[in-house]
């Protein structure tokens, strides 16, 4: 049986955290409408950066992806998994067993970033299916502050998004969807944009799924 991202419901004065726990315990991560069996273009992104397979990647919102355990088959040996859900990390630490030795797993609130501030400086941030739902400007606003204080100058950053011809929710909730001028508006100044393009995910509904993907560098000042 397979689920459609309308199946995450919600209702008035809605808790975030309560929402995506309700999302990852109630159906397999194969049947989540934002699932990707291969985590090709961010990987290949990351792998583009040219960073050490010592450094630093910070996945921010990285669900129960595969994403991780991609990274931790090609040799990454700091890879830190971020989720507002405590069930979507441990799924992805049962899925690796004694490979999760690479993985730092931290539930944490970007809203907050209390625990992933304290990180200290990170070479790449990468982002699947989380800054679109940051649809008011307060939360936007903040999201990049955190990017901005965890990102190492000359670090990358990956953002990979609902496009313009994207949908205007996903797990029942609104979503922003974006250009590469409006990104590259937000990321601002300190921020170069080294590659842009669009792509089609195909979810396992069967539904279209515009995004972008982006890749920036912060500037070594």
């Not at 989720?83 to 993985?103: H, M, P």
């Not at 965890?150 to 996903?170: D, H, N, R, W």
């Not at 601002?188 to 089609?200: A, I, V």
Request: aromatic share 10%; glycine share 8%; net charge negative.
């Amino acid at each position: 049986m397979t689920t459609k991202e309308s199946d995450c419901t919600i209702s008035g004065g809605i808790d975030l955290q309560q929402h995506w726990e309700q999302a990852y315990r109630t159906k397999n991560t194969e049947q989540l409408g934002w699932y990707e069996a291969d985590a090709a273009h961010s990987v290949a992104l990351i792998k583009e950066t040219g960073v050490a397979t010592s450094a630093k990647i910070l996945n921010i919102g990285v669900g129960s992806s595969v994403l991780i355990d991609q990274l931790v088959a090609e040799g990454y040996e700091q890879v830190i998994a971020n989720d507002l859900s405590g069930k979507a990390l441990e799924d992805i630490e049962i899925r690796l067993g004694a490979a999760s030795k690479n993985v730092a797993f931290i539930q944490d609130d970007l809203l907050e970033g209390n625990r992933l501030a304290a990180l200290g400086p990170v070479a790449v941030w990468n982002d699947r299916a989380v800054l679109h739902f940051f649809t008011e400007k307060r939360d936007w606003e903040r999201y990049f502050s955190l990017l901005n204080k965890v990102l190492m100058p000359g670090g990358y950053a990956i953002i990979a998004v609902f496009s313009e011809t994207g949908v205007q929710k996903c797990c029942g909730l609104p979503v922003q969807r974006y250009t590469e001028e409006l990104l590259t508006e937000r990321m601002g100044s300190n921020f170069s944009l080294l590659k842009s393009f669009e792509t089609t995910f195909i979810n396992p509904n069967g539904g279209e799924r515009p995004y972008i993907y982006t890749l920036f560098q912060k500037k070594d000042l």
